[in-house]
């Protein structure tokens, strides 16, 4: 686990479709999320549909390759060369990664299309102004796709977070449920190979600051790893 003390506010949010609990948790410069006690327990929190609940099971120490699935950066079937640790792209620019969910190992392209700036009424449905009060959400809008030979159906990818003005991380916020502004679920039935999906994640920047980047941290681009990894980052 990482030794960095400094933490970063994570938002968990219930949509209007969803019974209502906010949950707030820490994050170890942004690569471990640590759940704090929520007042009341939210099934749907852990669904597919959202980022509250990280993937079970620790991620695996690297191999000599310098990645936990053994690659590092050698051209991978179908998607190009392996991200490298701390690689940067621009937006619209494709990142091949190994992707991990529960027991499912694939190989996805991710694709972070547009960072759009939203406006703070549109938050008000979810209940959580008190949490958000100074802050202007910007919307990550980022496709998936299937570039290995695993069918990832229902898995969720997630760990897409927002950069602000010199690279500082911004809060972000899950959202258990529907929201129509940056609307993000779980990977499809029968996502095989070709098959991609468009989703979205909610980065909160302070009154007069602006979200300019986007970062990728699933595994195994994180601190997590044994040497520590760097997350991939568009702009």
Known sequence: MSSISMRKTTLAAAGLAVAGTLVLT???????????????????????????????GA????????????SSGAPAAG??????????????????????????????????????????????SLNVADKVKGKTPFYIHYTAKNTGTTDLSFASVGHMKGLLDGGAESDTLLIAGKFEKCPSESLPSGFTNGKTQASCAVALAPTGTKVTAAEYWGDPYNNLNKPAQKGLTWK
């Open 26 to 56: 820490g994050c170890k410069d942004g690569n471990e999320e640590v759940p704090a006690a929520p007042a009341a327990p939210s099934a749907q929190a852990s669904q597919p549909g959202g980022y509250a609940t990280p993937p079970a």
């Open 59 to 70: 991620p695996s120490s690297p191999a000599a390759g310098g990645y936990a699935d053994g």
């Open 79 to 124: 998607g190009g060369a392996v991200a490298t640790s701390g690689q940067s792209f621009k937006i619209g620019q494709a990142a091949t990664v190994p992707f991990t969910s529960g027991s499912k190992s694939g190989q996805l392209a991710l694709t972070v299309t547009s960072i759009e700036a939203g406006n703070p009424a549109d938050l008000a």
